[in-house]
């Protein structure tokens, strides 16, 4: 049972899925204060390679010490890179698109993330610590349960406690309000004595800590080693995630682990001889083509407001201006 | 006292090219830094770059090769971002120029020696396939207002998928089937020797080889200058650049304007694509290794910005940052920071970026103003 192709298929749903969510809660953040950040794969790449270095060459007592330390340094890399998009965009007001694809140029596969990998050496070795699955061998082999919940890494729930905390920040606390207000309508959050500033700074780093930790996964848990440009992409899937999930926390573990059972299909049914026409083309497309079917739907006639796109989202702020 | 970004009501025309000029200035003198604290000589790096851009044997016409793309792309993107259309599927579009292209050279092409017929026919088709896939996006946002950044982002996924399809996942007619090579290693089929672009070869340097392409580009880029800067259409569409509003008020149809300019976006990278098969590959290059690896349509974005969206403009900094790619690509592996080239061009980027500030914006160190009674 526990080897049918749907558990398989969501189990490893959940595994690939978990990059796409880390890094599109970040965006989310990020999007719900009015920041756009195309730079997202770039600073997934920076948190993946240091991240992993961190773990292959600072010796801390034990390898769970060790782990903790690789995802805090991929995080403090992460924020360090969305620093750079935060200044150009929130202080300088330059334009948030550009500035995005600037910081994946810089900071992407062909860019810092190589660098730094190639001049450490890091290629070519497998990870020394690895996250391995949390629960006792005897829990993974309980039916459907088993693999999908109790087969996961540490990595994992500690991403469904994210979803929780944000999920709640924004619809239950002070700041998760203002937040919103200041992707809404900055101008009124200003009024109200709101830090527009502040408060976009704050979670474009934030933002930026998660994309970190997204990379890292990749690095330590999903494929344990440094290859350059290893997130494939990932990181403009999660970017498209926000979208798919009409910016709501909930929505983006629903539709990164729809994402990430995408990934795992093709394989998957090329294993069990399934022949379902050009696998490997609708299965690698769809993630990217329903995404433009679901901002279609956003878009028709104001449906966006409705459904959650924060109205500033994409613009600068400037008091004197607004 | 603080300092204050404000905006300046008239724009000096030489901030317009001393910032530009400056922001690679200060990149290189930046990614020097990175240099020096991660143990590197930037004064050797930095020489061995130009070297291998500008210098030696050959490396010219190496890099006109890489800036050809280059200045497609980076076109394409300015002939959009110029109306703050923000088409970010340039690569997508290219692809499927390259796409287009091939599949009219492989179906009326034939032997003998460059045919302008086949030549033109190629160049049409590259067009049709790269404005195609542009007027996707450029539909949605037409009718239903849909966000053209993310859904071109999207499709260029999308292409790229069709691309790998055609030549590693099928048996399209794209893909060579004969021989034993094409059962061992999936490849595009070869171009018929009058669908292959000619080259001319100037006598500097030890031979310049000029693709047919790089024309192209120039015309393009002349085309789309005289369009924006000399035609009531291209004034229309700076209007609506700058101000929605203040154009719909002047009575441009912006719908109209919208479904125009991204066809001629995606027109101008899908001509890139078929100068790739035409002048370069000779053949659809569905490696996702290869042509795909290149990014040229994220490029474009870089050299578009860079040129402040000046279609004349973007034309030399194609070849700045075409003589990058080309130093980056020689010298990988022996003794030169892989990666380098990446982190000059984002820091380039983020310098043009801090200078536009400085074109649009005054800083001015205010005092606090004393409370009066």
């Known amino acids: 049972m526990n080897h049918s192709l749907l558990v398989v298929l969501i189990a490893s749903g959940v595994a690939y899925g978990t990059p796409l969510l880390f890094a599109s809660l970040g965006e989310l953040l990020a999007e719900r204060s009015g920041v756009l950040n195309l730079g997202v794969e770039g600073m997934m790449l920076v948190g993946a390679v240091m991240g992993f270095w961190s773990v292959q060459r600072v010796h801390v007592g034990s390898a769970a010490l060790s782990l903790i330390l690789g995802l805090i340094v991929a995080a403090f890399s992460g924020a360090?890179?969305?620093?750079?998009?935060?200044?150009?965009?929130?202080?300088?007001?330059?334009?948030?698109?550009?500035?995005?694809?600037?910081?994946?140029?810089?900071?992407?596969?062909?860019?810092?993330?190589?660098?730094?990998g190639s001049d450490l050496n890091l290629a070519d070795n497998p990870s020394s610590h690895t996250f391995q699955p949390f629960f006792p061998n005897a829990m993974q082999k309980w039916p459907v349960v088993g693999p999908i919940v109790f087969g996961q890494t540490a990595l994992v729930y500690l991403s469904w406690l994210c979803v929780i905390a944000i999920a709640y920040y924004l619809?239950?606390?002070?700041?998760?309000l203002n937040v919103r207000a200041v992707g809404e309508a900055p101008g009124a959050a200003d009024a109200m004595g709101i830090s527009v500033v502040?408060?976009?700074y704050v979670h474009t780093l934030v933002g930026g800590a998660f994309a970190g930790v997204a990379g890292a996964t990749f690095t330590?848990?999903?494929?344990?080693?440094?290859?350059?440009?290893?997130?494939?992409?990932?990181?403009?899937?999660?970017?498209?995630?926000?979208?798919?999930?009409?910016?709501?926390?909930?929505?983006?573990?629903?539709?990164?682990?729809?994402?990430?059972?995408?990934?795992?299909?093709?394989?998957?049914?090329q294993a069990r001889n399934i022949s379902l026409g050009p696998t490997e083309l609708w299965t690698n497309a769809l993630p990217y083509g329903a995404t433009v079917v679901v901002l279609v739907l956003v878009s028709w006639r104001g449906a966006a407001r409705r459904l959650g796109a924060p109205s500033a989202l994409g613009t600068a702020y400037a008091r004197e201006e607004a | 006292m603080r300092l204050r970004i404000e905006r300046r009501l008239d724009q000096p025309r030489w901030l317009a090219v001393v910032v530009p000029v400056l922001s690679v200035a200060a990149a290189l003198a930046i990614a020097a830094v990175v240099l020096l604290v991660t143990g590197h000589n930037p004064i050797s790096n930095y020489r061995k770059l130009v070297d291998a851009a500008f210098v030696q044997t050959g490396s010219i016409g190496q890099t006109l090769i890489a800036a050809t793309p280059l200045a497609f792309t980076g076109l394409a993107?300015?002939?959009?971002?110029?109306?703050?259309?923000?088409?970010?599927?340039?690569?997508?579009?290219?692809?499927?120029?390259?796409?287009?292209?091939?599949?009219?050279?492989?179906?009326?092409?034939?032997?003998?020696?460059?045919?302008?017929g086949v030549i033109a026919a190629m160049v049409a088709a590259g067009c049709i396939g790269g404005a195609l896939w542009a007027s996707i996006p450029g539909v949605l946002r037409a009718f239903l207002g849909t966000s053209e950044i993310l859904t071109s982002l999207m499709l260029n996924y999308v292409a790229g998928y069709i691309l790998t399809f055609l030549i590693f996942q099928s048996?399209?007619?794209?893909?060579?089937?004969?021989?034993?090579?094409?059962?061992?290693?999936p490849t595009g089929k070869q171009l018929p020797s009058n669908a292959i672009w000619p080259q001319w070869t100037l006598h500097t340097q030890g031979g310049l080889?000029?693709?047919?392409?790089?024309?192209?580009?120039?015309l393009a880029g002349v085309v789309l200058w005289v369009l924006y800067k000399r035609t009531k259409f291209g004034f229309e569409v700076q209007v609506l650049g700058d101000s929605t509003g203040a154009a719909r008020y002047a009575g441009v149809r912006i719908r109209r304007k919208i479904l125009a300019v991204m066809a001629i976006s995606g027109a101008v990278a899908g001509l890139g694509g078929a100068s790739q098969v035409g002048d370069f590959s000779h053949g659809l290059d569905g490696d996702p290794n290869g042509l795909q690896k290149q990014a040229y349509g994220y490029s474009g974005i870089v050299v578009a910005a860079l040129g402040r969206y000046n279609?004349?403009?973007?034309?030399?900094?194609?070849?700045?940052?075409?003589?990058?790619?080309?130093?980056?690509n020689t010298l990988q592996g022996a003794d030169f920071p892989s990666g380098l080239v990446g982190v000059i061009q984002g820091i380039i980027l983020f310098c043009a970026l801090g200078g536009e500030v400085l074109v649009r914006h005054r800083i001015r160190v205010v005092r606090p103003v004393a409370a009066t009674a």
């Open chain 1, 80 to 116: 360090t890179m969305a620093a750079i998009h935060a200044f150009l965009v929130i202080t300088l007001r330059a334009n948030q698109i550009v500035s995005g694809l600037a910081l994946t140029i810089f900071a992407g596969a062909v860019g810092l993330s190589s660098y730094i």
């Open chain 1, 171 to 176: 619809t239950r606390t002070r700041p998760g």
């Open chain 1, 198 to 200: 502040k408060y976009r």
């Open chain 1, 220 to 269: 330590l848990a999903l494929t344990p080693q440094w290859v350059n440009g290893i997130t494939g992409g990932a990181g403009w899937i999660a970017i498209a995630l926000v979208i798919f999930a009409f910016w709501r926390p909930e929505l983006c573990l629903v539709g990164a682990y729809f994402f990430g059972a995408l990934q795992a299909l093709a394989p998957e049914l």
């Open chain 2, 77 to 116: 993107a300015a002939a959009a971002f110029r109306m703050r259309l923000y088409n970010i599927g340039g690569e997508g579009q290219l692809y499927m120029g390259a796409i287009f292209g091939s599949g009219i050279g492989l179906l009326i092409g034939g032997s003998g020696s460059a045919s302008p």
């Open chain 2, 171 to 185: 048996q399209s007619y794209w893909r060579e089937t004969k021989g034993f090579n094409a059962t061992v290693f």
């Open chain 2, 209 to 218: 080889p000029i693709p047919l392409g790089l024309f192209f580009a120039v």
């Open chain 2, 311 to 328: 279609p004349l403009a973007v034309l030399l900094v194609a070849l700045l940052i075409g003589g990058l790619d080309n130093a980056g």
